[in-house]
């Protein structure tokens, strides 16, 4: 099982910015693709970003939020500008490696209030 460790979450005012980090514990020759999804109370989890052979992002985020990679480190970042407190989840990473499927990270709290 990859380990994931997550960083970067907090408060944050709407209109205002967030970077999360995570790293993965695992060869970018064994990674398929990284992302990030999230979970509002309430509500089911949903994909937010992926970044393998291509980058996808849920129309609710696409222009605000950019998922990016660093291969020689195993890791996977999400910026996110301009949040809204729609935006507020737990927001987890998740790998795809070809060895081991698909892992998750603990999480992280995202909150956007005023």
């Known amino acids: 099982q990859v380990q994931l460790v997550e960083s970067g979450g907090g408060l944050v005012q709407p209109g205002g910015s967030l970077r999360l980090s995570c790293t993965a514990s695992?060869?970018?020759?064994?990674?398929?693709?990284m992302g990030w999804l999230r979970q509002a109370p309430g509500k089911q989890r949903e994909l937010v970003a992926t970044?393998?052979?291509?980058?996808h992002y849920n129309d609710s985020v696409r222009g605000r939020f950019t998922i990016s990679r660093d291969y020689a480190k195993s890791m996977v970042y999400l910026q996110m500008n301009n949040l809204t407190p729609e935006d507020t989840a737990v927001y987890y990473c998740?790998?795809?490696?070809?060895?081991?499927?698909?892992?998750w990270g603990q999480g992280t709290q995202v909150t956007v209030s005023s």
């Open positions: 998740n790998v795809v490696t070809f060895s081991s499927g698909s892992s």
């Open positions: 695992a060869s970018r020759f064994n990674i398929r693709v």
């Open positions: 970044a393998g052979a291509t980058t």
